[in-house]
Nanobody, 123 residues
């Protein structure tokens, strides 16, 4: 397992931008997948984006063209750049990690390391 700590959430107006960060610590075997998930109250947690250790990315259809997942391997930080935010993007966002590949669509299955979440509110 790795330890994951998210940051960067907050409140923003529609069409604005936010960048979430996920600092990872601990040993990770290759290959691995790191992902971002969102949870809206009353709904199940849903995959947003994923990044494989080989650099392959995957996105949920509702964020394609607006969100970008990336990783600073030197600092071991996963990012989620969120542009053109919409009110329906409001949710708690979680960073997660697992051994293996992300696959598409990205789902919770197999993710065994989770951060505490960071809230994003778009008005």
């Amino acid at each position: 397992h790795v330890q994951l700590v998210e940051s960067g959430g907050g409140s923003v107006q529609a069409a604005g931008s936010l960048r979430l960060s996920c600092a990872a610590s601990g040993h990770t075997n290759l290959p691995y997948c790191m992902g971002w998930f969102q949870r809206v109250p009353g709904k199940e947690r849903e995959g947003v984006a994923g990044l494989d250790s080989d650099g392959t990315t995957t996105y949920a259809d509702f964020v394609k063209g607006r969100f970008t997942v990336s990783k600073d391997n030197e600092k071991n930080i996963l990012y989620l750049q969120m542009d053109n935010l919409k009110p329906e993007d409001s949710a708690m966002y979680y960073c997660a990690a697992k051994s293996g590949y992300c696959y598409s669509p990205i789902r919770e299955t197999g993710f065994d390391s989770w951060g505490q979440g960071t809230q994003v509110t778009v008005s």
